[in-house]
Nanobody, 122 residues
Framework: QVQLVESGGGLVQAGASLRLSCAAS????????MGWFRQAPGKEREFVAG????????KYADSVKGRFAISRNNAQNMMFLQMTSLKPEDTATYYC???????????????WGQGTQVTVSS
């Protein structure tokens, strides 16, 4: 049974940093590309960042480029999203996803976590 469990969300002030984690189990983690998405209330789920299986390819949404960094530790079956210079518009539920069926940016992934809430106050 595949499980993706996000953690690390919280309430922070604008300009602060947070590090999200995604713990994966039940899948060949070191062989699978991963991604982070987010969804704000009333909005569609949007791509944040993606990482290939061996971290050779990294992709970012323009809105987070230069502020967020995606990484993974295949030995620990973990993926991370380091978020810096957070803005109120980053407020959303952040989801970990595994196994993109096409481009990183497309929300067509095989597996999804339950999400972790990030709230950035102004």
């Amino acid at each position: 049974q595949v499980q993706l469990v996000e953690s690390g969300g919280g309430l922070v002030q604008a300009g602060a940093s947070l590090r999200l984690s995604c713990a994966a189990s039940g899948l060949p983690f070191s062989s699978i590309s991963m991604g982070w998405f987010r969804q704000a209330p009333g909005k569609e789920r949007e791509f944040v960042a993606g990482i290939s299986s061996r971290s050779f390819t990294l992709k970012y949404a323009d809105s987070v480029k230069g502020r967020f960094a995606i990484s993974r530790n295949n030995a620990q079956n973990m993926m991370f999203l380091q978020m810096t210079s957070l803005k109120p518009e980053d407020t959303a539920t952040y989801y970990c996803a595994a196994g993109p069926k096409g481009r990183f940016e497309s929300p067509s992934y095989d597996y999804w976590g339950q999400g972790t809430q990030v709230t950035v106050s102004s």
